[in-house]
């Protein structure tokens, strides 16, 4: 049986709904304060096409000059699971200052999508720096890698 379509009041990275979870990111009006939420934020904003977005969220070292959304790809985003959410809550607990934020971490994710009609998923460990920027403190995408 098919799976049936999200419903529009639900956030494409499979929070509430948009304007509860990605869409203040998205639009500016609030920043991500965790790595995770930036990831899913970035998730959506593929979802959506948001080149501005996604190359705002990129750290300046390593945004790729080229264009990070293909207008001409037939591709269709069906998911996202986070894997590595609970490993996250479970270091933090376990960590001696458990107020304090890290200036880097990672977050491992599988994304599904179609593109061009064939089914694909992505497995990635991204890994994240929290910097000052010229708002505050925030989260940047560094870069990947692809476990096995």
Same mark, same amino acid.
């Not at 992505?122 to 920027?133: A, D, I, K, Y």
């Given at each position: 049986?098919?799976?049936?379509?999200?419903?529009?009041?639900? #956030?494409?990275?499979?929070?509430?709904?948009l304007?509860?979870? #990605?869409?203040?990111?998205?639009?500016?009006?609030?920043? $991500?304060?965790?790595?995770e939420? &930036?990831?899913?934020?970035?998730?959506?904003?593929?979802? +959506?096409?948001?080149?501005?977005? &996604?190359? $705002?969220?990129?750290?300046?070292?390593?945004?790729?000059?080229?264009?990070?959304?293909?207008?001409? *790809?037939? =591709?269709?985003? =069906?998911?996202? *699971?986070?894997?590595?959410? =609970?490993?996250?809550? +479970?270091?933090?607990?376990?960590?001696?200052?458990? /107020?304090?934020?890290?200036?880097?971490?990672?977050?491992?994710?599988?994304?599904? #999508?179609?593109v061009?009609?064939?089914? +694909?998923? =992505?497995?990635?460990?991204s890994?994240?720096?929290?910097? +000052?920027?010229? /708002?505050? &403190?925030?989260?940047?995408?560094?870069?990947?890698?692809?476990?096995?």
């Amino acid at each position: 049986m098919p799976k049936k379509p999200s419903s529009p009041a639900t #956030c494409p990275c499979g929070g509430p709904s948009l304007a509860a979870c #990605c869409g203040p990111y998205l639009d500016g009006s609030a920043i $991500a304060p965790t790595a995770e939420a &930036l990831m899913r934020s970035r998730y959506t904003a593929y979802t +959506q096409g948001n080149e501005a977005y &996604l190359r $705002a969220s990129w750290h300046a070292s390593t945004v790729p000059s080229e264009p990070i959304v293909s207008q001409d *790809e037939k =591709l269709h985003w =069906l998911g996202l *699971e986070v894997k590595s959410a =609970l490993r996250l809550r +479970q270091r933090k607990a376990e960590s001696p200052d458990r /107020d304090a934020v890290p200036d880097r971490d990672t977050v491992e994710f599988v994304a599904r #999508c179609k593109v061009n009609g064939r089914a +694909q998923r =992505l497995h990635e460990v991204s890994n994240f720096v929290r910097e +000052q920027g010229a /708002d505050g &403190l925030r989260w940047y995408y560094v870069d990947g890698s692809f476990p096995e």
